[in-house]
């Protein structure tokens, strides 16, 4: 059971995108994350940083149900979703994107998008072919503009570079009304100018949705981001502005003690 103090946060009102109240995650007698309090407002853009087994991932999915809490308390938009399924998360606007690629390859990318913006707008996929008229086909095309993909729209998802096909990612995230996303390492494996891209269609992203941004790029994580939370063997270490972050010594330390491995 949550203190006083925490029953009053978790009692607050929906300002806050994300609440984490006391959250921790065991494996066995491994501790991936212990206690971890974090509140992310709605809009906000919040990159997370930390060294390889820092607990990032664990927080992603603790964060959208993909592994049940061994404790606490997780509230999205004001309400307590801890123990709904991620699907019912999906509902109240939660996205994620994945290290891995979940595209389908022998498809276009607008047919990807297509069947992304179906499948949340009808709350199940459809192969029908889509219409001209389609308001899904309209939502899919924007959402490749977005994505600076409208002119690469017709070709299959495996023609591809891989930097197009982690755009098509963002545009499959954003389909259905998001309100929060959380990306995980999206710079992953990119190019410089890809990178720089990326950047770019972040931080021209809605003003009204927010998200978390694993990211090991600390260029580009501090680029997109207001609020930076620095994890460390499970736990919250570090949380600040990117320039907090950048010139804290107990980060550099924490990062140069590493010999420079930053993920
Ligand atoms: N399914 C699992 N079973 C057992 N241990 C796990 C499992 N998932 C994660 N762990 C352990 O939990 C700790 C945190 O892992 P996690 O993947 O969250 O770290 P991370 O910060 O995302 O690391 P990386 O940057 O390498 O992705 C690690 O010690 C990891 O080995």
Request: proline content about 3%; glycine content about 10%; charged content about 25%.
């Amino acid at each position: 059971m949550p203190g006083t103090d925490a029953l009053t946060r978790l009692q607050s009102t929906g300002q806050f995108a994300l609440e984490l109240e006391a959250v921790s995650r065991h494996f066995g007698a491994l501790v991936a994350l212990a206690d971890v309090n974090m509140s992310v407002k709605a809009g906000e853009r919040r990159a997370v940083l930390g060294s390889n087994g820092a607990g990032k991932t664990t927080l992603f999915n603790a964060i959208t149900g993909d592994f049940p809490t061994t404790t606490g308390r997780v509230r999205l938009f004001g309400e307590d979703v801890t123990d709904l399924p991620s699907h019912e998360r999906i509902r109240r606007g939660l996205r994620r994107t994945y290290q891995i690629s979940l595209l389908f390859n022998g498809l276009t990318v607008l047919d990807n998008t297509y069947l992304a913006c179906r499948g949340v707008t009808r709350g199940r996929f459809s192969l029908r072919r889509p219409k001209r008229d389609d308001s899904s086909l309209e939502l899919a095309e924007t959402l490749l503009q977005a994505v600076h993909l409208d002119d690469v729209k017709d070709k299959q998802v495996a023609e591809l570079s891989y930097g197009q096909q982690r755009q098509l990612e963002i545009a499959l995230a954003l389909s259905g009304a998001p309100r929060l996303i959380l990306f995980d390492e999206p710079a992953a494996g990119l190019s410089p100018t890809e990178r720089t891209l990326l950047v770019e269609i972040l931080q021209s992203l809605p003003a009204h949705i927010g998200f978390i941004i694993i990211e090991h790029d600390m260029d580009v994580a501090l680029k997109v981001s207001e609020r930076v939370t620095m994890m460390h063997n499970g736990r919250i270490f570090k949380e600040g502005t990117p320039e907090e972050i950048e010139n804290d010594s107990e980060v550099q330390e924490l990062y140069l003690g590493q010999g420079g491995d930053h993920g």
